[in-house]
């Protein structure tokens, strides 16, 4: 048995390890969220979360696009279109939100999981590719 043989074999279970979490996660929230507990699923009740401060892991695909506004006041970020943010008043642009949101998130202390492992990239997708366990 070879030291390569090994180190492949160590890469596989971690791997596997891996995905096994991501569908244990996404499952977790899913049913969280259909139960109206500590998860939410889908870009419009996440975004929410996100505004109330609520998020303690953020769940995403790899690859997601939303499209919205950004406050360049509060940093307010929503899928919707507007041009001055119903939080603050202030100036909204409209763009890719995404980053905004990893970064809102971030901020508020949330952990960020990017989900890569096909049936759950795939059950996240179905539900908007978004999805948070909330704190409470």
């Known amino acids: 048995d070879t030291e390569a043989a090994t180190l492949e074999r160590a890469a596989r279970v971690w791997r596997d ?17 259909k ?3 500590r998860g939410v699923i889908g870009i419009e009740p996440t975004l929410n979360a996100l505004a109330q401060k609520k998020i303690q892991k953020l769940l995403l695909i ?11 006041a509060c940093g307010h970020v929503s899928s919707e279109q507007w ?3 119903p939080i603050c008043g202030g100036e909204a642009e409209q763009r890719e939100i995404t980053d905004r949101v990893v970064e809102n998130a971030i901020l ?8 890569e492992s096909n049936s759950a990239r795939e059950r ?8 948070a366990l909330l704190r409470y």
């Open 62 to 72: 790899d690859g997601l696009t939303i499209n919205g506004s950004v406050c360049t």
């Open 108 to 115: 508020n202390g949330a952990e960020t999981e990017m989900v």
């Open 83 to 85: 041009d001055k943010c």
């Open 35 to 37: 139960s109206g507990q």
């Open 17 to 33: 390890h891996e995905r096994l979490e991501e569908e244990r996660l996404v499952n977790m929230v899913s049913d969280l969220a």
């Open 124 to 131: 996240l997708l179905r539900e908007g590719g978004l999805g």
